[in-house]
């Protein structure tokens, strides 16, 4: 998986460059702006419960196409003037892409270590690289990947899992049912601590993520909009992904003094006024795309958004606990027949040229 998706040359995410509907998936921020709109609307809330900090530093990870940052810095530009918006992104074809899509000044790619305010991970933490174990007589073996008789890719049992996996089931509690199969991730408590040695001293990061808990046989590929689980076919040409481990998420971030919190990605939005953004666009592109955020079924039921606080005691965030929102000044809708670009272009003229505030 790690060299699928992130070889320097042929990794799937070294490469890539389409996203919504000319790509292989399709995340909540490409679906409609309104989430990254929303999201604006958390990051304010912080700004506020940190008593305005100046500048304000906000850090998203794996930005992908820019999707989420342009429309949140598009509500909050006015509202928060001195921001500064870091883009940590590991694949150079996507750095490229986010750099044509924002203009912005406040918008940055250096400077990704230093600590921020305001922390954004939307859908990151499921692409790290797991590994695939089965219980056999109560012992922990690992799926390695192999070659078959007809010399093609297959998995592979071994005898024994490495110390880690064992490791790994010690500290949460649990072990599964035997013959089960389940992805693991080790590099997740790394990744949660890196991501605490970039929270400044008082901030918020906010973790969006499909999760299993506990760990499961979770590994999914997506390729033209197609939903698979046979990662060993169509290799760097197709996205890989596994569901985060919450428990394990939310223990080492326990473990590194952070304060966390969860709730499903519909209350989130919900939380952050989506009734009234609901009310406002009544397209039938937008009415379907907005539904498609808030399923239960779907994204809305199946993506937690885990908050994760440092030095914020009493504070609860907004899309956690709700806020009463002011109505927007101004929500342009969406044609039937408008592409996502054309309405990207049509929210940033509407934003630029309103001075109103929400």
Request: some cysteine; hydrophobic content about 40%.
């Amino acid at each position: 998986m790690q060299a699928a998706l992130y070889h320097p040359r042929f990794g799937y995410y070294t490469n890539l460059r389409g996203f919504g509907a000319s790509g292989d998936f399709i995340t909540s921020p490409e679906r409609h702006p309104a989430f990254g709109w929303l999201l604006g609307r958390q990051a304010l809330d912080v700004w506020e419960a940190l008593e305005r900090p100046r500048p304000f530093k906000i850090l998203e990870l794996g930005a992908g196409s820019g999707a989420l940052a342009e429309p949140l810095m598009l509500f909050l530009r006015d509202e928060v003037p001195d921001t500064a918006y870091t883009l940590d992104e590991v694949s150079p074809s996507l750095r490229s892409v986010q750099q044509e899509r924002l203009r912005g000044q406040e918008f940055r790619w250096e400077g990704v270590d230093e600590p921020a305010h305001f922390i954004v991970a939307n859908e990151v933490a499921d692409a790290l690289p797991v590994h695939r174990v089965v219980v056999r007589s109560r012992r922990f073996s690992e799926l390695h990947v192999g070659l078959d008789e007809h010399e093609r890719l297959s998995w592979v049992e071994t005898d024994a899992a490495r110390p880690e996996v064992e490791a790994y089931f010690e500290a949460l509690h649990y072990k599964p049912p035997e013959g089960e199969v389940v992805d693991v991730c080790l590099e997740l408590g790394e990744w949660v601590k890196n991501l605490s040695r970039r929270l400044e001293a008082r901030g918020v990061a906010l973790v969006i993520d499909y999760t299993a808990s506990p760990p499961r046989d979770s590994l999914l590929t997506y390729y033209r909009h197609t939903l698979g689980s046979d990662p060993l076919v169509r290799l760097g040409q197709q996205d890989i992904s596994a569901h985060v481990d919450l428990r394990t998420l939310v223990r080492v971030a326990i473990a590194e003094k952070l304060q966390p919190g969860a709730t499903a990605q519909r209350g989130l939005l919900f939380n952050l006024g989506f009734a009234q953004v609901q009310a406002r666009l009544k397209g039938p592109t937008d009415r379907q795309a907005l539904a498609h955020l808030v399923d239960p079924d779907g994204p809305g039921g199946q993506i937690a958004a885990v908050f994760l606080l440092r030095g914020l005691p009493g504070y609860r965030p907004a899309g956690a606990v709700g806020r009463d929102w002011p109505e927007p000044a101004r929500l342009p809708s969406l044609p039937p027949d408008q592409d996502e670009a054309d309405f990207l272009s049509q929210w940033r003229e509407a934003f630029t040229a309103s001075e109103e505030n929400w």
